[in-house]
């Protein structure tokens, strides 16, 4: 079984400023992780994932995220986020074994922008 | 392009009545998830399918059914609502098992 450790519930930022946002994995098998928008009111939108290669992975919305394997690791970062950036972000895994299990989810994270 | 349709949107009920959410994808994909989201819970699936007939069970399918007897069409059935199943209900469908999930806009329930 896997298990996603998103350590901010909340995490308030100051527009133009850099944003980063922490996730961590628990998982006796190998991954593949991924990370979802949730604007209020909405489904989710895939931001980036990581399935293998570069462990530096660019996403839409000028978001990116780093694979960090030894530390179980894979934290979203922004270098400048806008209002419009405020929503609920959500980091998952799903082992990559065949099977149609479905994702595992983090508890989430509510991005703030501030003015 | 519609994606992920769910309906309805809404929906109250009342203990003990039963209904079912309908979810529709027109992406051809094999993958259909139903997951329930609660506050400061993250998503948590609660059934999936891996193609047309068939159905498995995910982390929290105790009080649900579901049936894909269609391809494009994924339904999740509570025969009998309690309150604990009140909570927003995302369907999501992906072309391949680890191919990315697309996901609906969700349906709102609450039981009282």
């Known amino acids: 079984a896997q298990s996603v450790t998103q350590l901010d519930s909340q995490v308030p930022v100051f527009e133009e400023a850099p944003v980063e946002l922490r996730c961590n994995y628990s998982s006796s098998v190998s991954v593949y992780l991924f990370w979802y928008v949730q604007y209020p009111n909405q489904g989710l939108q895939l931001l980036l994932k990581y399935l293998s290669g570069s462990t530096l992975v660019k996403g839409i919305n000028g978001f990116e995220a780093e694979f960090n394997k030894s530390q179980t690791s894979f934290h979203l970062r922004k270098p400048s986020v806008h209002i419009s950036d405020t929503a609920e972000y959500f980091c998952a895994v799903r082992r990559t074994g065949g099977g149609a299990d479905g994702l595992t989810f983090g508890k989430g994270t509510h991005l703030i922008i501030q003015p | 392009n519609a994606g992920v349709t769910q309906t309805p949107k809404f929906r109250v009920l009342k203990t003990g009545q039963s209904m079912t959410l309908l979810c529709a994808q027109d992406?051809?994909?094999?993958?259909m998830y139903w997951y329930r989201q609660d506050p400061g819970m993250g998503l948590r699936l609660i059934h999936y399918s891996v193609g047309e007939g068939t159905t498995a069970k995910g982390e929290v399918p105790d009080g649900y059914n579901v049936s894909r007897l269609k391809k494009q069409n994924f339904l999740l059935g509570l025969e009998s609502a309690a309150p604990s199943q009140t909570s927003v209900y995302f369907c999501?469908?992906?072309?391949?098992?680890?191919?990315?999930?697309?996901f609906g806009d969700g349906t709102r329930l609450s039981i009282l």
């Open positions: 992406m051809n994909h094999e993958y």
């Open positions: 999501a469908s992906s072309y391949g098992w680890n191919q990315p999930q697309h």
